[in-house]
T-cell receptor
């Protein structure tokens, strides 16, 4: 089983739709979770961190389910500009503050007019 | 301007040649990373550095060498390039590993013929 797994998509949705991505992780010791966004032929950029209690940033909601070992990203009222690849990132700590970020392969979202 | 810059952005070389990809950051971040991104694999960590003169291997270090004599620079050298090292290489920095946000450079696209 891969350490971090994502549905590669693509998810093709119309503008205004709500879309959700899931990401599963295999190591129960994972401690920090993030969603990054990567536009075509660009560098990844942090979209949001994922907290245990869940968190929201405008149209974006991230949730963590430790029992089932998955995180999710919900995008409401999709915009054309949301078209990108969304990367799930999980961190394992090996002691102290030294950690290792594990990237999922990404889920591609295409929002159509 | 503050940020993280990579050079060259595009490079074509031949098998067996030595290639050095440069990475420079102006934030004085302690941690720096080199990733490669390939279709079907996502982002994979090559090497990382916790501070000047401290480097460590990531998931795919074979065929690569790094150094960090100054906090702001983290060059990646392919000592004898192979076709399998054709990839997009991203440098990143952060204040801590797995704690905060990773800031990526724009990437260096390397083709080995």
């Amino acid at each position: 089983r891969k350490e971090v797994e994502q549905d590669p998509g693509p998810f093709n949705v119309p503008e205004g739709a709500t879309v959700a991505f899931n990401c599963t992780y295999s190591n129960s010791a994972s401690q920090s979770f993030f969603w990054y966004r990567q536009d075509c032929r660009k560098e990844p950029k942090l979209l949001m961190s994922v907290y245990s209690s869940g968190n929201e940033d405008g149209r974006f909601t991230a949730q963590l389910n430790r029992a089932s070992q998955y995180i999710s990203l919900l995008i409401r009222d999709s915009k054309l500009s949301d078209s990108a690849t969304y990367l799930c990132v999980v961190t394992l700590f090996y002691g102290g503050s030294q950690g290792n970020l594990i990237f999922g392969k990404g889920t591609k979202l295409s929002v159509k007019p | 301007d503050a940020g993280i810059t990579q050079s060259p952005r595009y490079k074509i070389t031949e098998t067996g040649r030595q290639v050095t990809l440069m990475c420079h950051q102006t934030w004085s971040h302690s941690y720096m990373f080199w990733y490669r991104q390939d279709l079907g694999h996502g982002l994979r960590l090559i090497y990382y550095s916790a501070a000047a003169d401290i480097t460590d291997k990531g998931e795919v270090p074979d065929g690569y060498v790094v150094s960090r004599s100054k906090t702001e620079n983290f060059p990646l050298t392919l000592e004898s390039a192979t076709r399998s090292q054709t990839s997009v290489y991203f440098c990143a920095s952060s204040e801590g590993t797995g704690i905060g946000e990773l800031f990526f450079g724009e990437g260096s696209r390397l083709t080995v013929l």
